[in-house]
C-alpha cells in the first residue's frame, strides 16, 4: 500500500501522458472514493474485474476478426488478442473495452496543470485515469499507468455517475479525463462528459490526440474543451519518440476546429530533439493558417524521465526563442509551461497589450477580464470563461 501511495504521491506533481510536470494538486488513490480501505488488487492478478464491455466503435471482418475503431492504429484484432494499446480484446469476435469505468487514480487538480489556460481561470478539475496509451513517448512521466497493461496496475469501479458526485461533492465545475490517454476509454469518457453535462459540469480531455472520426464526434457532443499535445511537426521526430504519426494529429485538430470545440496546444520542447526553430516556426503556421491564429499554444519545458533521462532540461531561452518566433507567425496566445512565474505565463490582450490574467505555476493571481473581454480596451478574447 505504501507503494502505490508514494506513487500517487508522484502522480500529484505530474499531469497528462508526458506534457507537463510540477505544480500543485492532490491525486489520490481512485479507491478513496469509495468504502474500500485498499486498492482492489484482484484487477491486477487476474484481470476478471476489468470490466469488459462491448466496443462501440468495430468493424467485423469475419473469421472472428474485427477493427478497431477508436484510434488511428485501427489494430485488426483476432479473438482472444488485443489490441497495440492493450486496452481492447476481441472475445468470440467482439471487440470490447477493458476499462470502462475503471479508475487507476482520481485527483484535485487546477485546470491550469491540464494546461488549459482559456477555460475557468481558477477553477479545480476533478480529474480521473483509465489504463493504457495507445502511444509510447520516450519521456512518459506516467509510465507506471499509462505504459501497462490494465490488469497490470489497480483499479477500483468508478462509474459516470460517481465521477458528477465525487465533482459536485468536491465543488469542482469541471471533471478532467487526464494522466493517461482517454480517447482509448472513448465510451467510459464520454457517457462521463454527458452524466457531467447533465449535472451542470463541464468535462474537458487532455489528449495526444490519435483518435478517429467517429469516437471523436461524439466526444465533442458532449465534452467542453480538448487539449492536444501536438509533440513536434516533424514525421520522422514523431515516429521515433512515440511510436505513432503525425498527420492523424493534425487531422484531429482540423476535426476539433470543424466541430466548433474550443482547443488548446501543447507542445513539450526537449533539447536537440524538436527545438529548432524551423520546426517550431512551421507548427506555429499550421495552426494560424488551419486553426486560427487566436488558438492557445503552450510551450513546456521537458524534463529528463521514462526512457528519456539522458538530457538536460529545456533552457528557458529556448523556450523564450519558441514563443518569439511563434509569436511572429502570428500567433496572439502563446504561453510557457514550467516555469513559474515567468512571462510567459500570463495572458495579454492583443489589442493593447495589457496584462489580462496574471499567473504564477498553476495558480491563477489575478482575472481581470470583464465579461470574456479586455477592461481597457474592450476586445474580446476567445475562450470560455463562465
Known sequence: MSGRREFVGRLAASCAGCALAGGPGAVEPAPLLQDAAAPDTR?????????????????????????????AR?????????????????????????????????????????????????????SIATPGCNLHCRCCQNWEIAQVKPEDVPTTALPPDAVVAAARERRAPLVACTYTEPTISVEYVTEVAAAGRRAGLRTVVVSNGYVQEAPLAALCREIAAYKV?????????????????????????????????????????????????????????????????????????????????????????????????????????VYLGNVPGHPGENTYCPGCGRVLIHRVGMTTVENRLAGGACPDCHRRIPGLWS
Not at 489490441?83 to 469505468?101: D, K, V
Open 229 to 333: 499535445d501536438l509533440k513536434g511537426f516533424d514525421p520522422g521526430y514523431i515516429r521515433r519518440h512515440t511510436g505513432g504519426e503525425l498527420p492523424p494529429v493534425l487531422d484531429t485538430l482540423r476535426r476539433l476546429k470543424k466541430n466548433g470545440t474550443w482547443t488548446e496546444i501543447v507542445t513539450l520542447v526537449i533539447p536537440t530533439q524538436n527545438d529548432s526553430e524551423a520546426e517550431v516556426r512551421a507548427l506555429s503556421r499550421f495552426v494560424r493558417d488551419e486553426l486560427g491564429p487566436e488558438v492557445p499554444l503552450h510551450f513546456t519545458r521537458f524534463h529528463p524521465a521514462w526512457r528519456l533521462q539522458n538530457l538536460p532540461p529545456t533552457p528557458v531561452a529556448t523556450l523564450e526563442r519558441c514563443r518569439r518566433a511563434a509569436m511572429e507567425e502570428g500567433l496572439r496566445f
Open 43 to 71: 484487477a491486477r492478478a487476474s484481470g476478471s474485474l476489468l470490466n469488459p464491455v462491448p466496443a462501440r466503435w468495430q468493424t467485423p471482418l469475419g473469421d472472428g476478426l474485427a477493427a478497431c475503431g477508436v484510434c
Open 74 to 126: 485501427v489494430c485488426v484484432i483476432a479473438p482472444g488478442e488485443r489490441g497495440h494499446c492493450q486496452t481492447r480484446e476481441n472475445r468470440n469476435g467482439t471487440i470490447h473495452t477493458l476499462t470502462y469505468a475503471r479508475a487507476c487514480a482520481v485527483g484535485l487538480d487546477p485546470v491550469e496543470k491540464k494546461p488549459f489556460f482559456h477555460v475557468l481561470p481558477g477553477a479545480m478539475a476533478f
